[in-house]
């Protein structure tokens, strides 16, 4: 994938104890005055535009900088901020040929950038940087795969000494500092193409009627963080899970759960999201790899008739396929769920049979487990651990 890359290095300044007067509005108030400039340059594709759930696959795209908060600091306090848009001088375009930021306090040795903020949400100009990172951010705010929230590790300012200078930072000289950042987005993405039944099977017909995630963060924080957050599980109660009910909302739909009430067609009787399409969400990171404690999807069936040879009859009504988590491909381990990596679940590989469908969601037993190998934001096999 191709990555964010910011590219800066600085300059020291010399400056006349008059210039001190000067005011800037990024500046935080009773800093130290010995400041430095600082150069960026930054590499920022665009890529369409995709705002449903129903969509293309995210695979080898990155997000597009519509704002950027940057954030010198000493580690522990805020020294200067700056925010950066389309129409500041200097400007997102112009930093992506490489632009100035004056009048950084030399007592920085750090920098952490942010990237589209979303709207309603307040970041600090000042103060400590564990305040900053505190930042709560709506999982539902991170809809939009072009516009999602951009995040870098606080990076090192590395002193330059004379020798092996970037190539990038042409005219650098001894006692200049430089620092590479690369920003990824804060949340990780699922991916599902579709499901179908095994061959062979007992199941004639049945239909998709939604999709819904189960056991996930409503919020994170801006430094991924959810440790001290709760997670959000509608539990065993079929009504739980439709439009109307918690935050299954109208507003909410393609961001937190899908009703496609589509009917299984095929020789292989499946359902998909439609050519080259994932029914796609966004979510926050979990870091846990305790079963109960992962991320779940939870699959509403009904209509399911089973085929003459079988000898079974399916209850009437609706009935429940769970995923629970995900577990890596080549060891079988659970897996974290990961800032900047997709987790996608491709149909093939997506197959289940009478033994997997239950008359309640099994959001604390044994369900589906899907296999995964997970790359930086880009797609990747997956298999179901039935």
């Given amino acids: 994938m191709k990555k964010n890359v910011f590219k800066s290095f600085l300059t020291m300044c010399a400056l006349a104890a008059t210039f001190a007067a000067c005011s800037n509005e990024n500046d935080v108030p009773n800093v130290e005055k010995n400041t430095r400039s600082v150069f960026m340059k930054m590499d920022l594709p665009v890529v369409k535009p995709m705002t449903k759930a129903v969509e293309a696959t995210a695979s080898g795209t990155t997000a597009t900088a519509t704002d950027l908060y940057l954030y010198f600091h000493d580690g522990t306090n805020i020294l200067k901020h700056v925010a950066i848009t389309t129409a500041s001088s200097p400007s997102i375009a112009q930093l992506a040929a490489g632009a100035q930021i004056a009048d950084v306090p030399t007592a920085a040795t750090k920098v952490t950038i942010y990237g589209n903020k979303p709207t309603g949400v307040s970041l600090p100009t000042a103060g400590t940087l564990a305040s900053l990172k505190s930042t709560e951010i709506e999982i539902v705010s991170q809809s939009t795969i072009a516009n999602v929230l951009l995040k870098s590790d606080d990076v090192t300012l590395t002193d330059y000494t004379g020798a092996g200078a970037p190539g990038w930072a042409s005219g650098i000289q001894s006692g200049d500092k430089y620092a590479e950042v690369e ?48 997670l959000t599980n509608y539990g065993v109660t079929p009504t739980a899970y439709a439009l109307g009910q918690g935050l299954y909302t109208v507003g909410n739909n393609g ?57 079974i009859t399916f209850p009437t009504g609706e009935q429940f396929l769970t995923v629970r988590g995900f577990v890596d491909k080549t060891t079988n381990l659970p897996v974290k769920i990961e800032a900047g990596k997709i987790y996608t679940i491709e149909k093939g590989d997506f197959t289940f049979d009478e033994t997997n469908l239950t008359t309640v969601p099994v959001v604390t037993a044994v369900g589906v487990w899907l296999k995964v190998t997970v790359k930086a934001w880009t797609v990747v096999a997956v298999k179901p651990n039935l």
């Fill in 183 to 230: 920003m990824i987005p804060a949340v990780a993405r699922i991916e599902v193409e579709g499901l179908q039944v095994k061959t062979p099977t007992k199941v004639a017909t049945f239909t998709l009627k939604g999709i819904y995630l189960n056991n996930f963060y409503e919020k994170f924080k801006l430094d991924g963080d959810v440790a001290s957050l709760s």
């Fill in 255 to 311: 961001k937190l759960f899908e009703e496609p009430n589509t009917p299984a067609s095929g020789a292989t009787l499946e359902v998909t999201a439609g050519a080259s399409n994932f029914w796609a969400y966004q979510v926050a990171p979990n870091p846990a790899t305790a079963a109960n404690d992962q991320l779940q999807l939870i699959f509403k069936v009904d209509n399911l008739t089973a085929t003459p040879s079988s000898g």
